[in-house]
Every structure is written in structure tokens, then in C-alpha cells.
């Protein structure tokens, strides 16, 4: 069955890093798209980007530009998502999601999320 | 960016009678090749990561009860609960996926009545 299976939580100061990793199993790894989605806490669902199959092409929500970059190993079928100078309203729970199919964009599995903590 | 609304924000319905949530996006996203509304509802439960129900605005994703069911074309679309079960107290979402960044509504919490 198709699992995602995220990194543990995170605390961070703020302008720091994070690195949160999502491993894939259960499927091709190489023929879905990818996204990575946010929550803060007690808020809404917000989108940050998406990555290829291959790897090689990468769409940020505009707000994340310059300060997200999404990444996948095909060798551990482990996908990457690294954001930079954080800031408070940067803390949420973090999930990857993998689309449905090639040219049908619906997010059908999600992984557990991690939280990211930003605080000094 | 495409700008997804949803109304209302919140509703309580007695168990077993009808749950109406809906979902307005600030531009088409109905696919003319295809006739498909790029458009997905889920569910989210409190300390879980969302559920997909549908997809092109009505297909039911495979292992979701047949009382959830979505319709609408365009900008304008519903997700209805047939017959509200205690299980399905959650925060309800629309997304849409015709073009990036793909948006998310701000959600519509069901409560029991």
C-alpha cells in the first residue's frame, strides 16, 4: 500500500533552517508529482510548491519563493522539502502529498506531517 | 492566484439529515478540452492530515462513503452530505488544481446539532 512517511518534529530559532524529509513506498516513485502543504496551528491548508516525477521541475507558491526549495531522491524514494530564514508564522504541521495520477492534481495520499517549531 | 471561498464557515446538523457546504473560486476551473472542474474536496479530522472525497468536482474517491457526494462546474460547486454521521464531524476543504498556486478554501467545520 502507498505510504509517505514524514521526519520527526523540529524546533528551530528564528532564521534558521529546516530540512523535512517524506519516504515513499508502495508505488513508482518516479511517475507522480508531489506536493508540499502547510498548516498553522488552529488555520487553514496552504499550498508552498510542487516538485516533478523526475525531479527536475519545481513551482513555489510565490510567497515561498527564494526561501523553499522541494528535492526528491529517486535512489531512496525520499522526497525533500528545505525552507530557510524562519520566522514564528513559520510554525505548522508540514505534509507531503502525492497526486492522484498524471494530469489529475487531487492530493489522494498524505503523510502524517511534521511539525516545525519556530521559536527562540 | 485563484481565490477559493467557502460558506458557510461553520454549520451543526442533527445526525442523519443533510450537511451542505460551498465552494466559489474567483476564476473557471473547468478544463474546456476535457469538460473537467479541477477542483477537490477533503475532510480533515483534528490530529490528521486531510482525506480526499472527490476529485473533478464529483468523483467520489475509491472507499468514500456514497453519502458524500460533490457537484458544480466552473466556479461555483457543493460537497453534500446525505445523511450526517457522528464520524464525519470534521473541517471540510475545497482545492483547486486547474492552475498553480494550487488554493485551498478556508474551510467549513460540521458539528453535530
Known amino acids: 500500500q502507498v505510504q509517505l512517511v514524514q521526519s520527526g518534529a523540529e524546533v528551530k530559532k528564528p532564521g534558521a533552517s529546516v530540512k523535512i524529509s517524506c519516504r515513499a513506498s508502495?508505488?513508482?516513485?518516479?511517475?507522480?508529482?508531489m506536493h508540499w502543504v502547510r498548516q498553522a496551528p488552529g488555520q487553514g491548508l496552504e499550498w508552498l510548491g510542487i516538485?516533478?516525477?523526475?525531479?527536475?521541475?519545481?513551482n513555489y507558491a510565490q510567497k515561498f519563493q527564494g526561501r523553499v526549495t522541494m528535492t526528491r531522491d529517486t535512489s531512496t524514494t525520499t522526497l525533500y522539502m528545505e525552507m530557510s530564514s524562519l520566522r514564528s508564522e513559520d510554525t505548522a504541521v508540514y505534509y507531503c502529498?502525492?497526486?492522484?495520477?498524471?494530469?489529475?492534481?487531487?492530493?489522494?495520499?498524505w503523510g502524517q506531517g511534521t511539525l516545525v517549531t519556530v521559536s527562540s | 492566484d485563484i481565490v477559493m471561498t467557502q460558506s458557510p464557515d461553520s454549520l451543526a446538523v442533527s445526525l442523519g439529515e443533510r450537511a451542505t457546504i460551498n465552494c466559489k473560486s474567483s476564476?473557471?476551473?473547468?478544463?474546456?478540452?476535457?469538460?473537467?472542474?479541477?477542483l477537490a474536496w477533503y475532510q480533515q479530522k483534528p490530529g490528521q492530515p486531510p482525506k480526499l472525497l472527490t476529485y473533478?468536482?464529483?468523483t467520489r474517491e475509491s472507499g468514500v462513503p456514497d453519502r458524500f457526494s460533490g457537484s458544480g462546474s466552473g466556479t461555483d460547486f457543493t460537497l453534500t452530505i446525505s445523511s450526517l454521521q457522528a464520524e464525519d464531524v470534521a473541517v471540510y476543504y475545497c482545492?483547486?488544481?486547474?492552475?498553480?498556486?494550487?488554493?485551498f478554501g478556508p474551510g467549513t467545520k460540521v458539528d453535530i446539532k
Open positions: 482545492q483547486q488544481y486547474y492552475s498553480s498556486p494550487r488554493t
Open positions: 508502495g508505488y513508482t516513485f518516479t511517475s507522480y508529482y
Open positions: 476564476q473557471s476551473v473547468l478544463y474546456s478540452s476535457s469538460n473537467r472542474s479541477h
Open positions: 502529498a502525492r497526486e492522484v495520477a498524471v494530469g489529475n492534481g487531487a492530493l489522494q495520499y
Open positions: 473533478w468536482a464529483s
Open positions: 516538485i516533478n516525477p523526475s525531479g527536475t521541475t519545481t
